[in-house]
């Protein structure tokens, strides 16, 4: 048996085979071949071979394709066979007698960087087709499968170097037992797709020699991986399986509850999602809306952005799952460790301190305009409020709100049903929107305090690096200076202030921030039941002294150790 240590990303044990998930191409070795035909045999039965899983995954995904995805795999089909990338290689092969490997690398190569050099979204496109097509081709001439995530088996434990979310939008949920990572801390985008898949798993474990289909247990809420376990242990985490699934199944039972606190505190909890089918199981979770609605995590698997009436439908079809409570959108928020393949950005030396989200809407214009109107009708006769994330500064919020203004303008001038009331609040997730908070807070309707990036910008500690992950801590002082900060400014003003990080599920956390006096607690929809239940146990009045001695600490372990000792004075069954 061996142990890793990682970071915890989802609570709960997965026992189970590994499926060692990876996309890499394999490295190519130049040779001269004494017989080119049959190395150009070699490279037709790999041509067919592609064409066959090209076909077969336009086939097996049309539900969720629009014509446009459609063109782009056909056009892949057709560049196997074109004089201008098949033909070449056969060429290539033939004339200079290399074997077929480096023959498709090269041409690849080359063409794909010619399509590149044109500053063009449409070229840049196909440059990335075709190093995806030659990738295929590369993996099928090594014998190397392609690998299926939509048609598993067998249910399996994912181990990857790291996933993206274009990666997982492929999986099927009902195969996913667990998810394991080399890189990542808790609150990089892997772990959140972990916990909205409602997974346990583990991530930033390091390189580790791990082998297809050997058994692991995961224990997702101590950050632990056992590889090929003994007997006892196993048996060890079976039982802990069943007492956890156990204990899931009461506080679920009890999750429509209200959450208030044994002082009459009527507080908010409600989701984070990413998907219409999210916000679905969110309902059936207890969750009073929905706090954080990640656009582009929609869009994920789309070539082109949705057009506005796309946009609209999916919007209020989330709007209409929840009635009259609250349906937070945010706008577009890409770049940093969320790329689409949509939204072409330019390369940056530090894209997590660059051209993004609402930076890059204010600049594509169209694109901001096109997501504004599609919330703005959606929003009528629907609760569904606007929020605009990464905001650094008030002239960029208030060239947001022109914006917003604008879009109101359009609808108003085509007379198109529209909310002009809808409510926009921005996200509090850079330090100088936290410091700047009671300058803002006149322009805005609400607040959301986004933890996760808060923490990566205050303690200069990179959200996706496993070797700082320790020091991004949502309980360092600094953190909750900035958070109480935002929630005076905001209540000074007379707004309601929220948070969507990652921190407003940690049941740790809970009686801090209902100390800070936080309005709503917005979560993966699988911490919705047990944050209910623990904020019920919970009396504001007692939480505003625990949250004056968290304050006043001088490091993140003086803050966990008060609260972990409000942990274990809470009554046996919370
Ligand atoms: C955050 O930064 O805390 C947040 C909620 O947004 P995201 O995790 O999507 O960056
Ligand atoms: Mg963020």
């Not at 995904?61 to 201008?84: N, P």
């Not at 998810?179 to 909205?196: F, N, P, Q, V």
């Not at 007492?243 to 999750?255: F, M, N, P, V």
Request: proline letters at 5%; one cysteine or more.
């Amino acid at each position: 048996m061996r142990q890793l240590t990682g970071v915890p990303a989802s609570d709960g044990i997965a026992i189970g085979p590994v499926f060692v998930y990876s996309v890499e191409v394999p490295p190519v070795e130049r040779r001269q071949v004494p017989d080119p035909a049959l190395e150009l045999q070699r490279f037709d039965d790999a041509v067919t071979a592609v064409t066959e899983r090209l076909i077969q995954i336009e086939q097996e995904t049309k539900g969720g394709y629009s014509a446009e995805d459609f063109e782009i795999l056909e056009v892949q089909r057709m560049l196997l066979t074109d004089d201008e990338y098949g033909g070449v290689i056969r060429t290539r092969i033939e004339t200079e007698r290399v074997n077929a490997e480096a023959a498709v690398e090269d041409v690849t190569r080359n063409l794909a960087q010619e399509f590149s050099e044109v500053e063009d979204d449409y070229f840049s496109q196909r440059a990335a087709d075709i190093r995806d097509i030659g990738g295929r081709l590369l993996r099928t001439l090594a014998n190397v499968a392609d690998i299926d995530m939509a048609h598993l088996d067998r249910p399996v434990i994912v181990y990857a170097h790291d996933l993206t979310p274009s990666d997982t939008i492929s999986f099927d949920p009902a195969k996913i037992l667990g998810l394991c990572t080399e890189t990542g801390s808790a609150t990089s985008h892997t772990a959140i797709l972990a916990r909205s898949l409602g997974v346990p798993a583990v991530v930033g474990v390091g390189a580790a020699e791990i082998t297809d289909g050997e058994e692991i247990v995961i224990d997702g809420g101590e950050g632990l991986v056992l590889v090929a376990p003994t007997q006892q242990m196993r048996g060890q985490y079976e039982v802990r399986m069943q007492q956890y699934s156990l204990e899931r199944d009461a506080l679920i039972g009890e999750a429509h509850e209200p959450a208030v606190t044994t002082d009459g505190r009527a507080l908010e909890v409600v989701a984070n999602v990413g998907s219409v089918v999210e916000a679905e199981r969110a309902v059936e979770l207890g969750a009073e809306g929905i706090g954080l609605l990640r656009t582009e995590f929609l869009f994920l698997e789309r070539r082109q952005l949705p057009s506005e009436s796309e946009q609209y439908e999916i919007y209020r079809r989330v709007a209409d799952l929840y009635g009259d409570k609250p349906v937070i959108v945010r706008t577009l928020d890409v770049g940093g460790d969320k790329q689409l393949p949509s939204v072409k950005l330019p390369h940056e030396q530090n894209p997590f301190l660059g051209h993004r989200a609402i930076r890059l809407c204010l600049e594509r214009t169209e694109l901001f305009q096109t997501q504004l109107r599609a919330l703005l009708r959606a929003g009528f006769e629907r609760n569904i409020l606007i929020m605009l994330p990464f905001v650094s500064t008030v002239p960029e919020l208030k060239r947001a709100l022109e914006q917003v203004e604008a879009a109101r303008e359009t609808l108003r001038a085509n007379s198109e049903p529209y909310n002009p009331e809808t409510k926009v609040g921005i996200m509090i997730e850079i330090p100088s929107a936290a410091v700047m908070a009671d300058k803002l807070a006149p322009y805005v309707d609400f607040f959301s305090i986004g933890t996760n990036d808060l923490c990566q910008y205050t303690l200069a500690a990179d959200r996706t690096n496993e070797q700082v992950a320790h020091i991004a801590s949502p309980f360092d002082p600094a953190i909750l200076r900035l958070i109480h900060m935002t929630i005076e400014a905001g209540h000074a003003h007379g707004k309601w202030v929220g948070m969507c990080g990652e921190m407003a599920g940690n049941q740790l956390a809970l009686p801090l921030l209902l100390g800070l006096k936080l309005d709503e607690f917005s979560m993966a929809p699988a911490a919705v039941p047990a944050a209910k239940h623990r904020l019920r146990t919970l009396s504001q009045s007692d939480c505003v002294s625990v949250a004056g001695q968290c304050l006043d600490c001088e490091d993140a372990e003086a803050v966990r150790a008060i609260l972990e000792g409000v942990q274990r004075d809470l009554p046996e069954d919370s």
